[in-house]
């Protein structure tokens, strides 16, 4: 624990050193306090004037209103909120469910192997942003279903992942040195390689939030996502493109909200790859399965 | 040969069943079973005995779902409920769309993608791959549909010089009106899958310039133009070919968001009309239809690299 | 006196950058002649690859080189890149390491050996063929016109290390730098990769700078060694006088800490802590603080001593280099265990086999078998070393992860103090295991990076339920006091200790539990030549204060020879050849045996020209098609027809302790044997 704790502190340090991890995580700590404390802000992203309609930003409205004369700005923040939970929501279900069947998987192999892949294969057999789609589709459109469909579609990376991690870790002489000794099957997954496999899992997760939240935005930007009226970045974005002549800033605003925060994880993931495992130029591009075209 | 793509294509066998089965189950899933997804919520009595008469759904589940899966097979998914047209005639009518916008996209992301890649893993660390990995970054992080949202902002809101919905118009019978056309959906896309493809071929090229056998092929006073292009770039290609393929075989499904900025007519926005619609045999064909032939591009792509490339023994 | 092919003149190299620079090569000199080998010997860290690296300028441009380099004429460290390129091609020819990954996967061997030549225009694009044809079958490769048109994967290890010296041959260079070019491959296949390398270089008259960290290689081929510690030289002389009468501590107790193949007997003398980190050093000479004579004296801690002449041709770097002492203290004997008399035996396997699987097709059946174990017989005696050698891919690992149960076997039987232990179920061979357990070769990779080293000793003790039993934190302390490690690093964690003192964290692991028995799967194979010794010693030490029986898998001969009382060799999965350990070295009658204990290079260059060598042909067949019947017929010097059509029995070779499967066994003609003390009387 004592090294957990103080590795913890030497990684933020590190982190802050860069200039763009530190911008990174600086936005995003702000817009997450800003999303958790939306309540406690002179904001109200519910209420109407419609003479106020389609104002362009001004000291009041600093990101001006909408078609119906609510602030834009306070509905950034209050979307903020269904998009971090949206995101952090689904990220959690595919981690929760995606690294048992990785760990399973990569451990014993054979046919327990063979199963939970052709599970994770069928998961990707299509595109994450159509099986989403397909998924609400049956589940009738709400923040839930938003959740559980993104979510599933972050299932495979995460079994792939920590499927890959497994299977190097097993082949270590340190993982057979327990089985050398009597450890159980479960020990040795539990005690052994799980705690050497947190860092590309911790990766992925902050990777996957931009996955998360850049599908959440087009499920709702397509109108199938979280129903209005709880604001969302891609609704407004799905509105506001109907006003690009009269109000372009309606779109251009919560875009660059939704873009930055979206950059930020990017960034963070990538600064997190080579500070814990040393992958300076390692891919954290996309996987097939979180391209959202 | 033959023998690796038959073992690649019964790999498929379990997927495309599970698949399938699930595509199908789906009306089941639906809050008021298929009855409702077919004949509405508000169906009179009559309508809903019209329905369960028409789409057999009186029948033993098991005998429901071979009948489906063998109309399947051949092709048939019904008849649209709101199109009063059959599923795959509707199908017909966008893929061209779709075909043309993903070859118009994969060019432009390749024409972007390479040299960026190339210009900035010759010199990691420099000014130059500061600024291209930034641009990646950035190609990757702008959502393709606000990206699309700024293009029409700038193109045709401002300028006016491009349509901000772009029609399908075969580029045989009007390469012009076609490339004005394609030209803001194409580029949305190609940027976007630029940056992923920089980044890959980046860090593949990044990693070959640091193997072994460069330094074997300076150690033999070999021209830096012919190690990087004949050498390092062999090897980066390879897995690179596997990207560009995936990338392929999104666009043709995939592409729905940008289809849906541009109303492109393309088989992702039939897509969406049909979930908005409810009009669930439209649903089941459309997805199917993109399945196939994503898991065939996908296949392609692996036939091929195991065919180009000489280490794997594909037989 | 002829000019130097290359000469060198201060050479300094420091690697990294803004402010931190760490030097690497800290003033090197030395000259290569026409016709000459010279060896660089060193262990890791001594900065011996970047000096090759640096005279031929193939540096990364992280590096700053400083000094003079002329290499045929040409000032390297000044000349334009174009120059050096033309050099390249030219003058120097490359050979490296890991023949795996010097050449390139996806370009056909043929078109890499002559791009070179095409690239200098010395040769058409349509004669490249024909001439990559050529100059594969200067360095023996059978089929040259078929193999040109291979790519790498197609070779095996040997061959590719031959592709590669085709290649560095091919625009017949005036300087060869062969940068551990053995090091990767199998005792057999290294002699042929070294006799290939010495012919060709005698044809062609090229001088060649070897680098090397194994002291029976230089033995055998070089005429000039050049031994580098910290980043310097620190002796020079010919190949003779280095062996016979060193004038550098650092040499002397380098000898003095080596195994030797050829005498058996006396205790390894280590040379104490750790070689230098660059960057690390410490101040005065580098090796001070280890050295016998220097340690403390305030001359060696004040000054770095210069490489002065210290007779002819030979040139020394040591303050006292005049006044070391004629012959250090003679090494004690090595203290053998008290042999264990007429015990039971500890651990009797019998006929075990391990079988893999092999499968293919559409449909993944199993249409054969990889029989890494096939027949193996084997007892160890308690207090014992029984030692299985043999080359990579002969299924000695897998024999002891096998018995350990890691691995499961298909056939045969395991019994460990008089109990089955063969299939197992998991509570009863947990059980089992308590008696017997296993030290892993790569010290890096068998500690759990997340664990305090305390925890990893303590880790066996707390799955059996046993921390508190044994005496939970104090046991852990005395096990510390055991293998040497201070109390004081009980709370660091794997990444801060070196090889050495991991290895003895490994073994502190496996001895939590008192074993009896402990399966060593080549321990100290990824130390450095200098803690080797150590680790030995330790083992050595341990075995007798603990009466511990000792399994010991190796590859290096000359260590089984100094441990071990009795030697199994294993080829293909089976043992062809077992004795007492003198019984083995002194007289093998397996014509394998004998091939590998010929191709063993000895440190001693006086016998290089006298003793006889077997050199084999080809490499260890893929054991998932063994050659039928004995599967060493294809390569053995006395196969007869019964020997591809009838696989031997292993029995007792007439009414010696040997037994051995061979139809044709007996010993070699003329004198008994190159390693038999006797033979070394009449060699030297």
Request: aromatic share 6%.
């Amino acid at each position: 624990m004592r090294k957990l704790g103080s590795k913890t502190l030497s990684i933020l340090g590190r982190l802050l050193a860069s200039k763009g991890s530190a911008l990174a995580l600086i936005f995003l700590v702000s817009i997450t306090l800003a999303a958790i404390f939306a309540d406690f802000l002179p904001l109200n992203p519910v209420a109407q004037k419609l003479a106020n309609a389609l104002k362009g930003p001004s000291a009041t409205n600093w990101f001006g209103t909408d078609e119906l004369g609510r602030d834009i700005l306070a509905r950034v923040i209050f979307g903020a909120r269904t998009s971090l939970v949206t995101a952090g929501g689904a990220v959690a279900i595919a981690a929760l469910v995606g690294v048992p069947i990785g760990l399973v998987a990569g451990f014993f192999g054979g046919w327990r192997d063979a199963a939970l892949m052709r599970f994770v294969d069928v998961l990707l057999a299509l595109p994450a942003i159509l099986f989403a789609m397909a998924m609400i589709a049956v589940l009738g459109r709400s923040q839930a279903a938003a959740l559980i469909a993104v979510g599933l579609t972050g299932i495979p990376s995460f079994a792939r992942i920590t499927r890959a991690q497994v299977l190097t870790l097993r082949k270590r002489d340190f993982v057979t040195a327990v089985e050398a000794f009597g450890g159980t099957a479960t020990y040795n997954m539990f005690r052994t390689i799980l705690p050497n496999s947190w860092s590309p899992i911790f990766v992925q997760v902050v990777v996957l939030c931009s996955v998360a939240i850049l599908l959440e935005a087009a499920l709702s930007f397509l109108g199938v996502g979280v129903p209005p009226p709880t604001p969302s970045w891609g609704e407004m974005l799905r509105t506001g493109k109907s006003y690009l002549h009269e109000a372009p800033y309606y779109a251009v605003l919560p875009g660059i909200v939704l873009t930055l925060t979206i950059l930020s994880f990017d960034v963070l993931g990538r600064a997190l790859a080579d500070l814990l495992e040393g992958r300076r130029d390692a891919v954290i591009a996309p996987k097939a399965e979180e391209v959202t075209s | 040969m033959i023998g690796f793509v038959l073992r690649r294509l019964l790999q498929l066998v379990p997927v495309l069943l599970l698949a399938s089965t699930a595509i199908w189950a789906m009306i089941y899933a639906v809050p008021g079973g298929p009855i409702g997804a077919i004949a509405g919520d508000n169906a009179s009595p009559e309508q809903i005995a019209a329905a369960t008469a028409q789409f057999g759904l009186d029948r033993p589940v098991l005998v429901q779902y071979a009948d489906w899966l063998w109309n399947a097979i051949r092709g048939d998914f019904g008849m649209s409920i709101r199109g009063r047209a059959p599923v795959l005639e509707l199908i017909g009518q966008r893929l061209p769309a779709t075909l043309q916008l993903a070859v118009a996209a994969t060019i432009v992301s390749l024409v972007i993608g390479i040299p960026v890649a190339i210009a900035s893993a010759l010199r990691p660390g420099s000014w130059l791959d500061r600024i291209l990995s930034g641009w990646s970054a950035m190609a990757l992080g702008v959502p393709t549909f606000w990206l699309g949202i700024l293009l029409i902002l700038v193109f045709a809101v401002e300028l006016r010089w491009l349509p901000s919905a772009s029609a399908y118009v075969p580029i045989w019978k009007d390469p012009l009106g076609a490339i004005r056309n394609l030209a803001l959906p194409a580029l949305t896309l190609g940027i976007y899958v630029s940056g992923i493809l920089a980044r890959f071929l980046r860090a593949s090229l990044v990693s070959e310039l640091r193997a072994d056998y460069v330094r074997t092929a300076r150690s033999k006073g070999l021209p830096e133009r012919q190690i990087v292009g004949v050498h390092i770039l062999r090897n980066a290609l390879l897995p690179f070919i596997t990207i560009v393929g995936l990338m392929m075989a999104n666009f043709i499904g995939g592409a729905v968001v940008t289809e849906a900025v541009f109303t492109y007519p393309g088989i992702g926005r039939l897509l969406i009309q049909a979930i908005s619609t409810r009009d669930y045999p439209l649903i089941q064909g459309c997805i199917v239809v993109i399945l196939v032939l994503y898991i065939a591009i996908n296949m392609a792509v692996d036939v091929l690299y195991a065919y180009i490339d000489p280490r794997i023994d594909y037989r | 006196m002829v000019d130097p092919v290359l000469s060198v003149r201060g050479l300094k190299v420091d690697f990294g950058g803004e402010g931190r620079s760490v030097p690497v090569v800290r003033g090197v000199d030395f000259d290569v002649y026409p016709n000459e080998v010279l060896c660089i010997v060193g262990e890791s860290g001594s900065g011996k690859s970047v000096t090759s690296l640096a005279v031929t300028g193939l540096l990364s441009e992280t590096a700053r080189v400083h000094g003079s380099i002329r290499l045929c004429g040409i000032d390297v460290t000044t000349a334009d890149p174009e120059t050096l390129r033309q050099m390249r091609g030219r003058d120097v020819g490359f050979i490296f390491q890991d023949p795996t990954t010097t050449l390139n996967p996806v370009l056909t061997v043929g078109r890499q050996i002559t791009e070179g030549e095409v690239a200098h225009g010395r040769l058409k694009k349509s004669g490249a063929h024909a001439r990559a044809a050529e100059l594969l079958r200067e360095v023996d490769i059978a089929d040259p016109e078929g193999r040109a048109g291979q790519y790498p994967h197609q070779f095996s290890g040997g061959m590719r290390q031959r592709a590669v010296i085709a290649m560095a041959m091919a625009g017949q260079p005036k300087l060869i730098i062969a940068d551990e070019p053995t090091t990767a491959l199998d005792v057999t296949v290294q002699a042929q990769v070294l006799a290939v390398l010495a012919r060709r270089q005698a044809e062609m008259g090229s001088a060649v700078i070897l680098i090397t960290h194994d002291l029976g290689v230089v033995a055998e081929v070089a005429n000039r060694v050049a031994v580098m510690y910290g980043g310097r030289i620190v002796e020079t002389a010919p190949v003779a006088e280095i062996f016979a009468n060193p004038r550098h501590p650092y040499t002397r107790a380098l000898l003095r800490s080596i195994p030797r193949i050829d005498t058996s007997d006396s205790r390894l003398d280590p040379i104490p802590g750790q070689p230098p980190i660059p960057g690390a050093l410490p101040k005065g000479c580098a090796f001070q603080p280890r050295c016998a004579v220097g340690r403390d004296q305030p001359l060696c801690k004040a000054e770095d001593p210069a490489l002065v002449a210290v007779g002819d041709q030979r040139q020394s770097a040591c303050h006292f280099a005049g006044a070391l002492p004629a012959e250090a203290i003679a090494a004690e004997p090595r203290i053998l265990a008290a042999s264990a008399a007429k015990h039971e035996p500890l651990l009797v396997v019998d006929g075990l086999r391990v079988h893999f699987p092999v499968k293919t097709g559409v449909l993944r059946r199993t249409t054969g078998w990889v029989k890494a174990v096939d027949g193996v017989s084997l007892s160890v005696n308690p207090g014992e070393t029984v030692s299985l050698v043999g080359e990579s891919g002969c299924g000695k690992t897998t024999t002891g992860r096998a018995i350990m149960g890691l691995v499961r076997a298909t056939g045969g039987s395991i019994h460990f103090g008089g109990q089955s232990i063969r299939d197992l179920d998991h509570g009863t061979m947990r059980k089992a295991r308590r008696q017997m357990q296993y030290v892993f070769q790569d010290p890096y990779a068998s500690l759990n990076p997340v664990l305090s080293v305390e925890d990893i000793v303590a880790e066996p003790l707390r799955i059996h339920g046993l921390y508190d039993e044994m005496g939970g934190a104090r046991r852990i302390a005395e096990l510390f006091d055991m293998v040497g490690l201070s109390r004081t690093m009980l709370g660091r964690y794997p990444s801060e200790f070196s090889g050495g003192q991991k290895q003895r964290i490994g073994i502190a692991r496996a001895l939590a539990l008192q074993p009896k028995l402990l399966i060593l799967d080549e321990p100290v194979a990824a130390l450095d030549v200098s803690i080797q010794a150590q680790v030995i010693n330790l083992l050595q030490d341990l075995q007798r204060e603990l009466g511990l029986a000792y399994l010991f898998i190796a590859h290096n001969l000359s260590v089984v020879r100094h441990v071990s009382d009795r030697v199994a060799v294993m080829y293909l999965g089976r043992i062809v050849e077992e004795s007492s350990r003198d019984g083995l070295y002194e007289l093998p009658v397996h014509p394998y045996t004998q091939s590998l204990l010929s191709a063993a290079p000895v440190p001693d260059p006086a016998v290089r020209d006298t003793r006889r060598r077997i050199v084999l042909e080809g490499e260890i067949p893929n054991p998932a098609s063994p050659p039928s019947g004995c599967t060493f017929h294809p390569r053995c010097f006395r196969a007869t027809e019964i020997c591809s059509a009838n696989a031997p029995s292993f029995d007792r070779y007439l009414d010696f302790a040997t037994r051995t499967a061979c139809h044709h066994a007996g010993p070699l003609e003329g004198r008994r044997n190159v390693f038999a003390s006797g033979a070394m009387e009449i060699a030297s």
